[in-house]
């Protein structure tokens, strides 16, 4: 080997050296940055935004861990291209109305898995309320980019909720993410009210959630006022109905006295409203409080009623029902608690559900059309 062979050999063998070096540095950065605390990521987001790059208004409010009024909410971006899981394709204005919280994670990040029973429950039980959740997913590995890879994850863990991939990391950018698990809960008009880096603050995004529902939607208003004698009824009507067995029976045809005191269920296609389009509210035949919109009515194709919303949050319970060896969700009037029927998950947008309902354990009020 000759003196400028070996000077060559020497430069290679350092350059190999300091090119390694600067690789596990990168992976060491992105590791913490993952497995950063949520105090940490907290401090490292409150110092960026207070030195905010991302072109974000000067009025707006993108603090963190902090509710935001609605006069200084920036309006959240739209999401990325990307392939959905458990929803059709999805936009932020077709999610006008409802609260939406963003949870931005990947599969393999088990800082993002630790905040998954949260957003379950959370799912459960505000969906029908009107609280949609979007995890988009931002791969951190090349193996979290593969859609069937996210689809197996999805699944195994249980999420029934919408998932869009954000393989390009376009919706990331667009929210200026920094770090896995970021929720970002948006109000009814698609404003950012709330963002927190990591896990924990459970309780507080519940709070707000209840919060931002319980906020008026000035993009519907106009459609609620169509309803507003019934809600008005509704209203009315929060005292709940107590009644004996013996008093229902004498009230209630046998048929519907078997189903709504008794839990069973019409023979499909065999229901007063299976088909029906007339467009009215469908009340509860037994006490006559508000349940369904004939708005929110669709074609299931099973052979009774389905509806994707209840009219609203006070209409009906939910119960997990145990019998015929199924695990479903079984659906009561709030008012009477008689049996109405199933809930699934497999309904149309925007809320993903599906009230299977029994005809004779509803009535509906039709609309002063002047026709029928
Ligand atoms: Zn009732």
């Not at 919303?309 to 060896?325: C, F, I, L, N, T």
Request: glycine fraction near 6%; charge should be neutral; proline fraction near 3%.
């Amino acid at each position: 080997m000759n003196r400028s062979t070996y000077a060559l050999a020497v430069f290679a063998l350092i350059a190999v050296v300091l090119t390694g070096a600067a690789l596990t540095w990168a992976n060491a950065q992105r590791k913490s940055n993952r497995k950063a605390s949520a105090a940490t990521a907290q401090q490292q987001n409150r110092a960026e935004a207070a030195t905010d790059e991302s072109g974000a208004p000067d009025t707006a409010d993108t603090r963190r861990d902090v509710f935001i009024s609605a006069s200084r909410a920036p309006s959240a971006a739209k999401f990325g291209e990307g392939t959905w899981i458990n929803s059709e394709p999805t936009t932020l204005e077709e999610l006008r109305g409802r609260v939406v919280l963003v949870d931005f994670w990947t599969f393999g990040c088990y800082n993002c898995r630790n905040t998954l029973p949260t957003l379950k429950r959370l799912d459960a039980e505000y969906r029908s309320k009107g609280l949609t959740i979007v995890g988009v997913h931002a791969p951190e590995s090349d193996y979290e980019k593969g859609i069937g890879n996210v689809r197996d994850a999805v699944q195994r863990l249980g999420i029934k909720y919408p998932v869009v991939t954000d393989n390009d990391y376009a919706t990331w950018r667009a929210y200026n993410i920094q770090a896995w698990p970021t929720v970002v809960i948006l109000d009814k008009q698609g404003r950012i009210r709330f963002t927190h880096v990591g896990e924990g603050h459970y309780e507080q995004q519940e709070q707000i959630i209840q919060k931002l529902l319980a906020e008026a939607d000035v993009s519907t208003r106009a459609t609620e006022d169509k309803t507003d004698s019934s809600r008005q009824r509704g209203a009315n009507m929060e005292e709940k109905v107590e009644k004996s067995e013996e008093e229902w029976r004498a009230e209630m045809t046998p048929q519907q006295f078997h189903v709504m005191r008794e839990k069973g269920t019409e023979r499909a296609f065999t229901g007063e409203y299976n088909a029906s389009k007339k467009q009215g509210m469908y009340v509860c035949a037994a006490c006559g409080n508000p349940l369904f919109s004939s708005d929110t009515k669709f074609e299931s194709g099973t052979g009774w009623p389905s509806f994707y919303q209840p009219v609203s949050e006070r209409s009906v319970d939910e119960h997990v029902d145990r019998a015929y060896g199924m695990t479903r969700t079984e659906v009561v009037c709030a008012r009477c608690a008689s049996h109405l029927g199933h809930v699934f998950d497999d309904g149309p947008r925007p809320t993903g559900l599906r009230y299977c309902m029994n005809s004779v354990a509803l009535k509906l009020n039709e609309n002063n059309s002047g026709q029928d």
